[in-house]
């Protein structure tokens, strides 16, 4: 008799967690959704698009994903191609919203974007123009999902996600999703550091072609065509036949660059003194930075003692767009 109540409640207690479940896979019947209520999203990992987006910071250009790119998925799990499902937007038939993977739902939040598009803040929730840090719009015509960055967007990384659904009344259950990590950079800061052996002169080089992948996206060149433009450049000081379209600028304390000072070492360079002022060359220097063909060198000024340490920071921009910039902050100790 005492075995089998124990089987009994057993039993009851078995039924009251099943009970319990709010997952509404785990439901006997399924939740329609009103009109006002955001519908639970179904796991389908494979109904998944993931891609990851990187934005320098100092070139913000908005990027485009082609939706035909994935007419497999769109026949896999909306049963429709990517133009019948663009063209059954406008009748309803299929929904295109956010989705917000923090509470497991569609985002029925009307677009704060165009017709279709919505902004997202620093934490990757829905958001106003006003407190927007980067962006995603439906393009029907373009047949694309565009993703913009604002320059007001701060480093490092955030997750949007939206999606396309089947309409069917009751939930979203069908549907496509693309997920998107999108990370802000500041490639263009190359941060360096190093020793300079003892010896009148000596330093180190820092070699253009070992950060090709900063300099390439954010001067606009490649590595071979920019070195041979900071060589040209420097050319020019004394061949005015040769027009530089390259400048090397020192940054000052403020982090603004200094465009006035004149170069003083070779080719695009300078000398600096012991707070890192642009100097003419005399005792009062301390280091200096020159360019050469593929490189830039740091070195020392004579009977500099041991242990000094430096700070070097400056920038090649292209002359007529500033925009296009590299930046070196380079920490030297003196051998």
Not at 91 to 110: A, E, L
Not at 307 to 329: C, L, N, P, Q
Request: contains cysteine.
């Amino acid at each position: 008799m005492k075995k089998n109540f124990i089987y009994a409640l057993i039993a009851c207690f078995t039924l009251s967690l099943a009970a319990c479940s709010t997952d509404p896979e785990d439901a006997t019947s399924k939740h329609v959704y009103g009109e006002n209520e955001n519908p639970y999203l179904k796991t389908n990992a494979d109904a998944v698009v993931s891609t990851k987006a990187e934005f320098p910071i100092s070139r913000l250009e908005a990027k485009t994903i082609k939706l035909t790119d994935y007419a497999e998925k769109f026949h896999t799990y909306l049963g429709m191609t990517v133009e019948e499902t663009l063209s059954a937007l406008s009748n309803g038939n299929v929904v295109f919203y956010p989705i917000n993977i923090s509470r497991n739902c569609w985002d029925k939040t009307t677009p704060t974007k165009g017709t279709n598009g919505w902004y997202y803040n620093t934490a990757g929730g829905i958001c106003d123009a006003e407190n927007g840090i980067a962006s995603i719009e439906l393009d029907v015509t373009g047949k694309a999902l565009i993703i913009n960055v604002e320059e007001s967007a701060p480093l490092g990384t955030m997750t949007m996600n939206v999606g396309f659904a089947i309409n069917n009344g009751e939930n979203f259950d069908d549907y496509i999703r693309f997920a998107f990590d999108i990370t802000v950079s500041d490639p263009s800061k190359i941060v360096i550091s190093g020793a300079l052996p003892a010896g009148d002169y000596a330093g180190f080089a820092i070699n253009f072609a070992d950060y090709a992948d900063a300099i390439e996206p954010c001067i606009g060149l490649s590595v071979d065509e920019f070195s041979k433009e900071v060589k040209n450049s420097g050319d020019a000081r004394g061949d005015s036949s040769i027009i530089p379209t390259v400048a090397m600028y020192p940054v000052k304390e403020d982090g603004t660059w200094d465009e006035t000072s004149e170069y003083t070492a070779n080719g695009l360079g300078y000398w600096f003194d012991g707070k890192s002022n642009v100097s003419s060359y005399g005792d009062n220097c301390v280091y200096f930075i020159e360019s050469g063909e593929g490189n830039v060198f740091v070195g020392r000024y004579p009977n500099i003692a041991s242990g000094t340490i430096i700070k070097a920071h400056f920038v090649y921009a292209m002359i007529e767009d500033h925009s296009r910039y590299v930046e070196f902050i380079v920490s030297g100790t003196m051998e």
